[in-house]
């Protein structure tokens, strides 16, 4: 069956004029039968399979619709008409069949050519009509003249009706293909966040776990000799940290809650990294709880934990300092964590780290803040702030 390129509603319309030009067609040749014309009879029926082969030739046709489709259809019509004026002039009742020819002008030719067509076609029918009746009566007038006007407006109608079918469908088909664009941007975005996710995790969790074990084996190393005690206790330490560290990459493929949050509240993680964020190191570390804890969504428990962890990684690896405190402080609408050091500082406005980026990134994901008070040789202060949920707001 032919694709073709038409709209339901002008397909049928070309259908409808194919059966009623066959029916006419049936109708004239059953009175020419009656009356004993044979050779009218031979020519109605050539006429009627030269109109079949041009329907079923036109399905065949490649690139339907296209020019050369249009060329052989006009040409198909000027014999099929050269066909119907002969009939016409032999016989009145094929007369009638100039109906549907007046709808295939105004399909297959331009507007410029197929009304004048159709204005000659109606005028041939009358005069045909009144050859053959031998007078020129009101009757053979109207007849044409009214089918003429029939079919013109409804292949206008139609036209019109296809027209905006077409505009529909390509304002459909641009609907598609822009909300392919927004799905395919919308997954881009998505692996784009899964990516910055990831990268967050691995800066604020496996690689400060790593500084810290580097920081414990290099006083191990140092103590060897003259205090194998307690470069016992720095192996020890850099063991525990690398099993967490290993638990922590698994839980990237698990993205289950931090290690240090599975089995203990917000506030015994927060004292523990305290400590070992900077063992190894001659930062003393102390952890300090305001307020009264309130139970708080894991996500916040999660987000507070790794922006501790980032700051303390900056303060062992960067600071210099002597003295560092975490400060977590239960307000009556906001939280709020406080990781400072009395190291050599630097310039917050000229320096913007990845660490720091993403702890920020991390604070405004919940609807929070995170400020960064620093300058150089006056230590450094880093002070997250979240809004505590309505729910748990005391």
Do not use: C
């Amino acid at each position: 069956m032919a694709d073709y390129p038409f709209s339901p509603a002008l397909r049928l319309l070309r259908w409808t004029v194919h059966g009623t030009f066959s029916i006419l067609l049936v109708v004239a040749l059953a009175g020419v039968a009656r009356q004993g014309q044979i050779p009218q009879v031979l020519g109605g029926i050539l006429l009627g399979v030269f109109y079949a082969a041009g329907i079923v030739i036109e399905g065949r046709l490649p690139h339907f619709g296209g020019p050369t489709h249009l060329r052989l259809g006009r040409a198909w019509l000027v014999l099929i008409t050269v066909g119907w004026a002969v009939l016409a002039l032999a016989a009145p009742q094929f007369v009638w069949l100039a109906f549907p020819l007046f709808f295939a002008y105004l399909h297959l030719l331009p507007l410029a050519v197929a009304l004048p067509g159709v204005a000659v076609l109606t005028v041939a029918a009358i005069m045909a009509a009144a050859w053959h009746e031998g007078q020129l009566t009101t009757a053979q007038v109207i007849g044409p003249t009214i089918g003429a006007v029939v079919a013109t407006l409804m292949a206008t109608v139609y036209k019109v009706l296809d027209a905006e079918s077409e505009e529909r469908r390509l304002l459909i088909d641009d609907l598609v293909r822009t909300r392919g664009k927004l799905v395919e941007a919308e997954s881009d975005a998505v692996r784009l966040a899964e990516r910055e996710r990831l990268a967050r995790e691995i800066h604020d969790t496996l690689a400060q776990g790593m500084s810290s074990i580097i920081l414990l084996l290099r006083a191990a190393r140092r103590d060897l000799v003259e205090d194998p005690a307690t470069a016992e206790r720095r192996i020890v330490e850099a063991e525990d940290a690398a099993k967490e560290n290993l638990e922590e990459a698994r839980n990237f493929v698990r993205a289950l809650a931090p290690p240090a949050l599975q089995q203990s509240s917000l506030v015994a993680a927060l004292r523990r990294i305290s400590d070992s964020a900077v063992a190894g190191t001659s930062v003393q570390a102390r952890f300090e709880v305001s307020g009264t804890p309130v139970p708080l969504p894991a996500v916040y428990d999660a987000t507070l934990l790794r922006i501790a962890q980032g700051a303390l990684g900056n303060v062992s690896r960067h600071s210099g300092a002597g003295r560092a405190g975490v400060t977590l402080t239960y307000l009556d609408d906001v939280v709020m964590l406080d990781v400072y050091d009395d190291g050599r500082g630097f310039d917050p406005s000229e320096t913007a780290g990845f660490g720091l980026r993403t702890m920020r990134e991390r604070a405004r994901a919940l609807g929070g803040s995170l400020t960064v008070e620093s300058a150089p040789g006056e230590g450094t202060a880093v002070v997250a702030t979240l809004a505590l949920p309505l729910w748990e707001a005391p």
